[in-house]
């Protein structure tokens, strides 16, 4: 099974970054997935890491260390739509997903 | 591009009734799959399937029964409905090939039941 630790909220500035750190304890990693989802939404996709290191797309970067089990999001130059809760995700060899209870991000003007 | 689909967006039931939640993808997707989300608690997979005619348990199956009867639909019912089962749902199907290839999402169904 998983067991996937991450901050219950963060607040911060528009135009500031933040950083959402991610633990985990995993029989069997397969990729580690972090997801947005805006209140009453859908998660959507953000971000895909399998191996150590830095993924950037764009203002959003994820970071992998397997061997500490950990993963944080960088959220840079935030806006008010960032405003939401992310969720990381791991994935095991069967693919399934286990996640989270998730990061509620709350962005101030 | 409809993507995945939910139906009933909202539904109350009582306690003892019993219900389908429709999820149909037009992705041509292999892999489907149901969770259930509650406050301060992460996404928990309820059931999923690899396959068209292969169903699987997840975390929490107790109180829920699937059916994959054609590639694009998943259905998920619960045969006595129970408070304990309010919760929002939400289905996602993924393609079987590629690694990276994540969960696609639907909107998800509100679920009250008293």
């Known amino acids: 099974g998983q067991n996937i630790d991450q901050p219950t909220e963060m607040t911060a500035t528009e135009g500031a970054i933040v950083q959402i750190n991610c633990t985990y304890q995993?029989?069997?990693?397969?990729?580690l997935f972090w997801y947005q989802q805006h209140a009453g939404e859908a998660p959507t996709f953000l971000s895909y890491?399998?191996?150590?290191g830095l993924e950037e797309k764009g203002r959003f970067s994820s970071f992998l260390s397997r061997s500490k089990g950990y993963s944080y999001l960088l959220l840079k130059e935030l806006q008010m739509k960032d405003s939401a809760s992310y969720l990381c995700?791991?994935?095991?060899?069967?693919?399934?997903?286990?996640f989270g209870a998730g990061t509620t991000v709350t962005v101030r003007a | 591009n409809a993507g995945v689909t939910q139906t009933p967006k909202f539904r109350v039931l009582k306690t003892g009734q019993s219900m389908t939640l429709l999820c149909a993808q037009d992705?041509?997707?292999?892999?489907m799959y149901w969770y259930r989300q509650d406050p301060g608690m992460g996404l928990r997979l309820i059931h999923y399937?690899?396959?068209?005619?292969?169903?699987a348990k997840g975390e929490v199956p107790d109180g829920y029964n699937v059916s994959r009867l054609k590639k694009q639909n998943f259905l998920l019912g619960l045969e006595s409905a129970a408070p304990s089962q309010t919760s929002v749902y939400f289905c996602?199907?993924?393609?079987?090939?590629?690694?990276?290839?994540?969960?696609?999402f639907g909107d998800g169904t509100r679920l009250s039941i008293l």
């Open positions: 996602a199907s993924r393609i079987a090939s590629g690694e990276s290839q994540p969960q696609h």
């Open positions: 995993t029989s069997g990693f397969n990729g």
């Open positions: 890491n399998v191996l150590d």
């Open positions: 995700a791991v994935r095991d060899r069967d693919y399934k997903l286990s």
């Open positions: 992705m041509n997707h292999e892999y």
């Open positions: 399937s690899v396959g068209e005619g292969t169903t």
